[in-house]
C-alpha cells in the first residue's frame, strides 16, 4: 500500500507564493511519475504538473506553465509543487497522486493513490 500525504496549503493574497509537500511512504517501488492536480467546488479534477521519479521529465498544465514548479526529493520520498504569482483563479483543493504509467500522463484515470488534498485560497 501507499499512502501520500499533502501539506504546505493556507491563505494566501493574489501574487504571492506558497510551496505543496507530499510525502510519500509505503510500497512505492512500483510508482513511476508523480502528479498535481487540483480540484474547485462544483468543477472538475483537473491536471496540474507532474514528474517522474527519475530522469529529468516534467510537464505542465497550460494554466500554470511559467508559474508553478514540480520537483522531487528521492531520498525523503517527497515531491513539491512551488507556486508563484499565484492569482484567485488558483484557488483549490490541491491533490498530490502516484502512477505505475511510465509516461507523463495528464490522464486522472492513471493515477492509483491519491493524498486526501490541501486547500489553497487565494485573494484578490
Known amino acids: 500500500q501507499v499512502q501520500l500525504v499533502e501539506s504546505g496549503g493556507g491563505l494566501v493574497q493574489a501574487g504571492g507564493s506558497l510551496r505543496l509537500s507530499c510525502a510519500a511512504s509505503?510500497?512505492?517501488?512500483?510508482?513511476?511519475?508523480m502528479g498535481w492536480f487540483r480540484q474547485a467546488p462544483g468543477k472538475e479534477r483537473e491536471f496540474v504538473a507532474v514528474?517522474?521519479?527519475?530522469?529529468?521529465?516534467?510537464y505542465y498544465a497550460d494554466s500554470v506553465t511559467g508559474r508553478f514548479t514540480i520537483s522531487r526529493d528521492n531520498l525523503k520520498s517527497t515531491v513539491y509543487l512551488q507556486m508563484n504569482n499565484l492569482k484567485p483563479e488558483d484557488t483549490a483543493v490541491y491533490y498530490c497522486?502516484?502512477?505505475?504509467?511510465?509516461?507523463?500522463?495528464?490522464?486522472?484515470?492513471?493515477?492509483?493513490?491519491w493524498g486526501q488534498g490541501t486547500q489553497v485560497t487565494v485573494s484578490s
Open positions: 497522486a502516484a502512477s505505475t504509467q511510465l509516461g507523463l500522463t495528464q490522464e486522472r484515470n492513471n493515477y492509483i493513490y
Open positions: 509505503g510500497r512505492t517501488f512500483n510508482n513511476r511519475v
Open positions: 514528474i517522474r521519479w527519475t530522469g529529468i521529465g516534467t
